[in-house]
Structures are given as structure tokens and as C-alpha cells.
């Protein structure tokens, strides 16, 4: 435990050292790490969550690719395509910036649902098929999306399969006034992305100990209390006056996966229910569809998520 603290807070003071404002998300993006889960962050443009992305990955030492999404844009554009060689008499497989560690899906939201399901395979199971034949992704593949709210132009919503596959939906808001000054000093002589290089972002964890870190996490105590309370919590979702679909079984899964990580990178050897109520906003609040009536009411998931979890009592 004293090794996953002290590379978590390596991570943390590095990231948090470019990107003002953000220590929340960065922490639930460690947690997203250590279980290897996808992360989606939403904000309006300009709030920094492509720099926080690419200042993430370069802490981590992954391979990275970026994918710009755009309303023309096409699975094969993601995944590869199958070329044939004359000079070989045989097909090539070409492949895609899928093919990589750490994958920047910048603007997910920008793209058909045809193109934006390319990516379910790789998710969920780490694996591409092309043509009838599946090729494996590395162990480290990690899915990081930016995405516009809704409501802004030029924006398509996310198949709900596609959103259960993420782990986190985590909000990216204004900086304080006082970060918001930081950020100008560090990074107000230039209009361009920051050069990451001149701020000495540097790798802080090495592949190795990332995989060694997860078998850690995996092997956390998960008392019968706790698993009893994930599963009451996701259980009543679908029970609630508000939402037209509740939560996956999957949610719960990835709840106490999360758990796990996050009593990890706090220092201890297992979970207790502050650790679920501390992620049951952002690893649910994309799973579950509100009702018409909810809508009307000005209601929003985040309301009805923690009237969820104020209803159901904590182990103690």
C-alpha cells in the first residue's frame, strides 16, 4: 500500500502541477488506472481536459494516439482496414490508432453512433476483429474521451452500450479564481496547446508497477457488508420513481472494482462505505436514464442519484 500511495501521489502532484483545478477528476483517474477502467470527461471547451489527458498519458510512459472525432469519420478510421500486397500476393492488415495503450478519444460526442460502436470490442474485451479475425490489445489499454455537453451544437448522444462500458462520467467545471490566476501566469504567454516537454512532464510510474499496482488492487478485502451495500445501492436505481433505467449489473461490478482502488491510492487494505459513496456519482450517473416526468420536473441525475444513496443505510 505505502508503494501505490506514493506513485499516486507522484501522479497526482505532477498533473495537478499543469492543470489547474482538477485534483478531483485526477484522483478518480487514478482510480480509473489501478482497475483498468475507461474515464469520459465532460465540459465545455476550453477547460482543459485535452491537456489533462495528454499530460496523464505522458505520466504513465503508455504508448498514445489521438483520434479527433468528427461527423465524417469511420469505424475503419479507428480500427484498421485489411489491404491487399500485390508484390506479397496477400491482404496487410493496416492498423488503426486503436492499436496503442493509451487512446485519446477527443470529442467522442462529434461522431455518428456507428463510428463511436467501433470501439465497444476493445473496451470491453481488449480484443479488435477485422474481416473475422481478432487481434489482441495490449493489457495496459486505456480509453480516455472528452466530450461537449448535449446540449451544444453539432453534438450526438452516446449509445447507452457505449456508456456502460466507461467507469467514470466525471464533470470538468470552472477553476477557482485563484487557479484560474495560476493557470493564466503558467500558461497565458501562448494561444497553442502547452509544450509538455518545457513544463518537464515526465513518466512517474513505469508499466510494470501499474500491473503490479492492479494485482494489488484486485486482491483488496471486500467485506460481505460492503458487497451487500454496492448491490443494494445499484438495485434500488431501478426501483427509483425517477428513472426510466436503472443501473447494469455491470455497474456494480465496476463499483466495487472501484472501491478497491480508491481505499488503494487512500493507504489501506480494504474498502469501507465512504469509498462507495464517493464514487457512486460518477460511476453511475451515465448508466441510468431518467423519466420524462423527471425531466419536466427539472430534475437531473445527480439529484436522483443521491436520493438513491441517502435511502440506503451504510454498513457500519
Not at 480508491?262 to 469501507?272: D, E, L
Not at 425531466?295 to 457500519?316: F, K, M
Amino acid at each position: 500500500m505505502e508503494s501505490i500511495v506514493e506513485i499516486a501521489d507522484r501522479l497526482r502532484a505532477q498533473n495537478a502541477r499543469v492543470v489547474m483545478g482538477m485534483e478531483g477528476v485526477i484522483e478518480l483517474m487514478l482510480v480509473a488506472l489501478l482497475c483498468e477502467g475507461h474515464v469520459i470527461l465532460e465540459g465545455v471547451p476550453g477547460t482543459g481536459k485535452t491537456l489533462l489527458a495528454r499530460c496523464f498519458s505522458r505520466s504513465l510512459d503508455l504508448e498514445y494516439r489521438r483520434v479527433q472525432f468528427t461527423p465524417d469519420l469511420m469505424p475503419a478510421d479507428i480500427l484498421g482496414t485489411n489491404i491487399f500486397n500485390f508484390q506479397k500476393n496477400e491482404f496487410i492488415l493496416q492498423r488503426g490508432p486503436i492499436f496503442t495503450e493509451f487512446l485519446l478519444a477527443d470529442e467522442i460526442n462529434r461522431t455518428p453512433p456507428k463510428t463511436q460502436a467501433a470501439l465497444l470490442e476493445a473496451m470491453q474485451e481488449r480484443t479488435v476483429t477485422l474481416d473475422g479475425t481478432g487481434y489482441a490489445l495490449s493489457p495496459m489499454f486505456l480509453v480516455v474521451a472528452t466530450q461537449n455537453p448535449i446540449e451544444q451544437e453539432g453534438t450526438y448522444p452516446l449509445p447507452e452500450a457505449q456508456l456502460d462500458r466507461f467507469l467514470f462520467k466525471l464533470h470538468v467545471g470552472f477553476p477557482s479564481e485563484e487557479q484560474e490566476k495560476a493557470m493564466v501566469t503558467l500558461h497565458g504567454h501562448q494561444t497553442a496547446m502547452p509544450d509538455l516537454d518545457r513544463l518537464d512532464v515526465r513518466p512517474q510510474v513505469k508499466r510494470e508497477e501499474i500491473l503490479a499496482m492492479r494485482q494489488a488492487v484486485a486482491s483488496l478485502h471486500l467485506s460481505d457488508e460492503m458487497v451487500s451495500y454496492i448491490v443494494a445501492l445499484v438495485r434500488a436505481t431501478r426501483t427509483h420513481a425517477g428513472l426510466l433505467h436503472g443501473a447494469s449489473p455491470r455497474s456494480a461490478n465496476m463499483l466495487a472494482t472501484a472501491a478497491r482502488a480508491f481505499a488503494a491510492i487512500s493507504g489501506r487494505a480494504y474498502a469501507i462505505p465512504d469509498d462507495v459513496k464517493a464514487l457512486f456519482l460518477p460511476a453511475l450517473r451515465h448508466r441510468v436514464v431518467m423519466t420524462p416526468t423527471a425531466h419536466i420536473e427539472g430534475s437531473d441525475t445527480d439529484a436522483i442519484l443521491r436520493q438513491v444513496l441517502a435511502s440506503i443505510p451504510a454498513p457500519r
